[in-house]
């Protein structure tokens, strides 16, 4: 069974950094894209970073020259390094990824999501 496994969050002052890891867990063949989402209290979940499939990358406006994400392709696990870190930073981060695996006994590429880590940036 594939699961994204996040950890890195929590509790940070403004202007501090925290790195967030989500690594892949379980039998893939290979992964598309894979990137972060966050969803603050109130509001729609929106994207931070993530690779495309071509191996780009996508930042936010909110995230770019803050936040770099990485990847260790051995490891199958995505970095994101978060500095300069504001209190409207504060949210729920969500690793995603569509991964192509079997599921049910069908190959296919199928999306997948972290269990969230929380970033909660305060004084």
């Known amino acids: 069974q594939v699961q994204l496994v996040e950890s890195g969050g929590g509790l940070v002052q403004p202007g501090g950094s925290l790195r967030l890891s989500c690594a892949v867990s379980g039998s893939i063949f290979s992964i598309n894209t894979m990137g972060w989402f966050r969803q603050a209290p109130g509001k729609v979940r929106e994207l931070v970073a993530a690779?495309?499939?071509?191996?780009?990358?996508n930042y936010a406006d909110s995230a770019k020259g803050r936040f770099t994400i990485s990847r260790d392709n051995a490891k199958n696990t995505v970095y994101l390094q978060m500095s300069r870190l504001q209190p409207e930073d504060t949210a729920v981060y969500f690793c995603n990824a569509d991964i192509t695996s079997i599921r049910s006994g069908r190959r296919g590429t199928y999306g997948y999501w972290g269990q969230g880590t929380q970033v909660t940036v305060s004084s």
């Open positions: 690779f495309t499939s071509g191996g780009s990358t």
